[in-house]
């Protein structure tokens, strides 16, 4: 598949203004200057060990004592942001990193906008910004706990180790929230940081708190779909978030993109390197009916038609994440100016939107229309319409390699109301085209559309562990090129002593 545009986006945004030199000498890595508050850096250093016990118990299982060839960000010049190298994943260096502050900085949007940005909570807003921020920093752990099976069917060391790449990352996520939840937020922030560390992934009592975070990631494909398609929704909800009038959290959404762009790649790579796999072992045994499944199964690959109902699955339980279509949260997280749009100040308009509207796709009824509402209160509206815009570039990627490889099949997104639980169409059955559907309709074509058990089956047999180094299960081809320029046979995971 074509090189990987994330990473070019990745080494465009730490050029422009992610380095920051980063205190390793400090017991918490940071560029926040931390020892010169004290008793914010004793707040840190108390919710460290928990942190890490968490780590031990809910991160990757089996892997603890492995050497990992791991990045850690060091911001200190353009040529070399992060440094790599084998490490213990409890001992990695999680730390508090920042993006540059702007002199001047102003609010971007609402009914502050132009005004400086905050560098304090704003007190009428506290709550609010609270919430978000807890939103925020909830799914990070969520993701780790998600993934902690997974390391031990990886289809590769490169694969293991991109695995558990994201997995720190996503734990230096937490990091990020929970220093503006404790430096910010006084008692309620310290409470607020120890029950991000408390809350289950999938726990009947006490789960995370957004619905996508509570699912199962029981396979391979399942991760790579999750880090195409839900990461995407970190990739957004941060933009949005770095567009925040307050400055602390917007500096460290801008930092956060950086290291998320690598984890689309790994979605947007997975995904592909899967379908490369099944593309080459269909031209190499005569197949060219994609939907032949019992004869490409037999290959050891898993066909489109299954990938497609994986990607649907994926696609509808992070659309939910958005929230709402309509929403007076996303109204007041816009007017206050806690949270911008996509791309916010690229876009040609007032950034108020007190008279603008925006068009909603509705159910009234039990037909789905498209209205023009007051487009403050469709912010979470737009935003999803940017999200699955976004989506696009990668599936045409993956549908060039099908299209190179002459079969004729497709990837497509379903219909913005497909298997929704959230907002608009939580109450209505749609098919991927987007046609209403009675109940019996729905469970009768279910399974079309969504992996059913004969599709699990099938996905479960094809997870068995590869960890010869340079080796790759059947069913995902290897990546064009190594981590960090490696050889293909290099030893990315040192799994001897775990
Ligand atoms: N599941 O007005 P509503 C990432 C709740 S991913 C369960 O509809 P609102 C990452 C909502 O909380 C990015 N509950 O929506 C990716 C509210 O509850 P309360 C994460 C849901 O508030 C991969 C109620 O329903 N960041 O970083 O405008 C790996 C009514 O809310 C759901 C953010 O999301 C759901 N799907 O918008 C690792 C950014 N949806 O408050 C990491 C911060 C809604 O009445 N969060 N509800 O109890 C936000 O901006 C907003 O909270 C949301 C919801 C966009 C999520």
Redesign the pocket.
């Known amino acids: 598949m074509s090189e990987p545009t994330e990473l070019v986006e990745e080494a465009a945004a730490v050029q422009s203004d992610a380095f920051v030199a980063v205190n390793y000498d400090d017991r918490i890595p940071n560029n926040v200057d931390l020892s010169s508050d004290k008793q914010l850096q004793r707040a840190l250093e108390t919710w460290q060990p928990n942190y890490v016990d968490w780590w031990k118990e809910m991160g990757p299982e089996g892997f603890q004592n492995a050497e990992v060839y791991l990045r850690t960000a060091v911001g200190v010049d353009p040529s070399g942001w992060a440094k790599f190298g084998h490490v213990k994943m409890p001992e990695y260096r999680w730390g508090i990193l920042l993006a540059p502050k702007e002199e001047g900085r102003v609010i971007p949007c609402g009914r502050h906008k132009g005004q400086p940005a905050w560098q304090e909570v704003p007190g009428e807003y506290r709550s609010l910004l609270r919430?978000?921020i807890v939103?925020?920093g909830d799914?990070?752990p969520?993701?780790v706990e998600q993934q902690r099976f997974l390391g031990a069917t990886a289809p590769s060391l490169y694969d293991m180790r991109n695995l558990f790449q994201v997995n720190v990352e996503?734990g230096r996520?937490l990091w990020a929230m929970v220093y503006l939840l404790v430096k910010y937020f006084g008692k309620d922030g310290r409470e607020e940081a120890q029950a991000l560390l408390e809350r289950r992934s999938g726990h009947q009592d006490n789960p995370r708190?957004?619905?996508?975070f509570n699912e199962r990631t029981p396979d391979w494909l399942s991760f790579f779909m999750?880090t195409y398609f839900?990461?995407r929704?970190?990739k957004m909800?941060?933009a949005?978030?770095a567009q925040s009038g307050f400055d602390p959290l917007s500096r460290s959404c801008r930092f956060m993109l950086t290291e998320e762009a690598h984890?689309l790649f790994v979605g947007e790579t997975g995904v592909g390197r899967t379908i490369e796999a099944t593309c080459n072992a269909m031209k190499a045994a005569g197949i060219t009916d994609p939907y032949d499944k019992a004869a490409i199964r037999k290959l050891g690959v898993v066909d489109l038609p299954t990938l497609q109902k994986k990607a649907n699955f994926h696609m509808s339980v992070t659309r939910?994440?958005?929230?709402?279509e309509i929403?007076?949260?996303?109204a007041e997280?816009f007017s206050s100016g806690l949270?911008g749009r996509f791309n916010e100040s690229a876009l040609q308009d007032d950034h108020q939107l007190e008279n603008a509207t925006y068009p909603v796709m509705r159910v009234v009824d039990g037909q789905l229309v498209t209205e023009e509402v007051p487009a403050l209160r469709a912010i979470?509206s737009r935003l999803l319409d940017d999200y699955i815009a976004d989506c696009q570039g990668g599936i045409d990627r993956w549908n060039k390699v099908i299209e190179k490889a002459g079969i004729n099949f497709k990837f497509t997104q379903p219909h913005k109301a497909f298997n929704r639980k959230?907002?608009e169409f939580a109450r209505v059955r749609v098919n991927p085209a987007g046609e209403i559907l009675s109940e019996e309709q729905w469970q009768a074509g279910q399974g079309e559309w969504l992996c059913n058990d004969d599709d699990y089956a099938h996905i479960n047999s094809l997870m068995k562990p590869c960890f010869e180094p340079g080796k790759y299960a059947s069913w995902i081809a290897p990546p064009r090129v190594g981590i960090n320029n490696q050889p293909q046979d290099f030893e990315y995971v040192r799994i001897e002593h775990s």
């Not at 708190?209 to 996508?212: E, P, S």
């Open positions: 919430r978000l939103v925020q799914t990070e969520a993701s996503e996520h708190i957004l619905g996508a999750f839900t990461d929704d970190g909800q941060l949005a978030l984890h939910d994440l958005f929230g709402s929403s007076s949260n996303g997280a949270k979470n959230i907002g």
